[in-house]
């Protein structure tokens, strides 16, 4: 039963990839002739660069609220040490299966003399309140979009319920239950304990600035191509949301690739932006986010202090 659990698990990942794929490269080759009309000039090579620096210091903001994890669960670390091991082993995402990244860091805690169950669930609470976190900017931005046409009533609806369950279930209250109904009939043989003892706002709010930061980087590449409205930006910053979360939580590609793309396309198909626009932005922008993890890798690589 395990081995066709995992087989189907396997195959349905790739299976969503090559859909994704399929349609990002269909709507590539019926737009080619337009991206192809697309220029730059001097005042979008500026935004292109400030949303590279953006996209860059949400990662680095993303490493530092990881090491506030770590310290909420007693279990502080240098920020130095922390962030250079996000940085480095963020680009290990793109490995096969999207875990890479996570193995690394719970190895590397794991070797400071941290307990190997804590380790795991510092790692694995972060792209929970990612999630969490992505929902709930998607939420309030479409609010004040007006919700017309990125939503429907029910995907509206699915996505309030889930959040509000999202943000009930990191409560100390549920996620002490739940790690202590894991010890007991799963991790029977680790001693550790794993207690919060306050909601983690801080972490919450850390998470928010990382998504806000996320999406000021794709407003940005977008206005490298075309001058948007003020009205426009909580409408592309709720669309956005939305699909870095499916492209974090739907199995598919590393780091979403495939995924996010194909539902930014899906989400602005409605509104009245030009397509070329859009598929130029989701292009650019993966583009200049693996630059920036790259850099990042780069730099902790040249920090001789070791791991």
């Known amino acids: 039963m395990k081995t066709i659990v995992t087989f189907f698990r396997v195959y349905l990942r790739w299976f969503i990839f090559g859909i994704s794929l399929l349609f990002i490269i269909n709507t590539f080759q019926n737009n080619w002739n337009s991206i192809t009309t697309i220029t730059f000039d001097d005042q979008s090579k500026y935004f292109l660069i400030l949303a590279f620096f ?3 210091f949400s990662h680095v903001w993303s490493a530092l609220v990881w090491s506030k994890i770590l310290e909420i669960l007693k279990q502080p670390m240098k ?6 091991l996000y940085l480095i082993t963020n680009i290990f995402k793109y490995i096969p299966g999207n875990v890479g990244h996570f193995y690394a860091r719970i190895v ?16 694995l609470l972060e792209p929970l309140l990612m999630a969490i976190s992505a929902s709930v900017i998607s939420l309030l931005a479409c609010l004040l979009s007006g919700c017309k046409t990125t939503y429907n009533t029910w995907l509206l609806f699915i996505q309030i319920v889930t959040t509000l369950i999202g943000l009930l279930v990191i409560h100390p209250f549920f996620i002490n239950k739940i790690t202590s109904f894991l010890k007991k009939n799963v ?3 680790i001693q ?3 207690y919060l003892r306050e909601y983690p706002k801080i972490i919450v709010l850390g998470e928010l600035g990382f ?3 996320r999406g000021l980087g794709f407003i940005l590449t977008w206005m490298a191509f075309i001058p948007i409205s003020i009205f426009q930006i ?3 910053l709720s669309v956005f949301s939305l699909a870095w979360l499916l492209g974090l939580v739907i199995p598919g590609a590393p780091s979403g690739i495939g995924i996010f793309e194909a539902a930014i396309i899906i989400l602005l198909k409605t509104e009245n932006f030009p397509i070329q626009i859009i598929i130029s932005t989701i292009a650019i922008f993966r583009l200049l986010s693996i630059m920036a993890e790259v ?13």
């Open 295 to 307: 850099v990042g890798a780069g730099l902790g690589l040249l920090d001789k202090k070791t791991i």
């Open 108 to 123: 590397s805690i794991y070797q400071q003399g941290v307990s190997w169950k804590i380790a795991s669930f510092s790692v």
């Open 187 to 189: 991790l029977e043989n």
């Open 211 to 213: 998504i806000l930061l």
């Open 54 to 56: 953006v996209t860059f």
């Open 192 to 194: 550790d304990d794993i």
């Open 79 to 84: 920020t130095r040490w922390v962030l250079k």
């Open 234 to 236: 909580p409408l592309l």
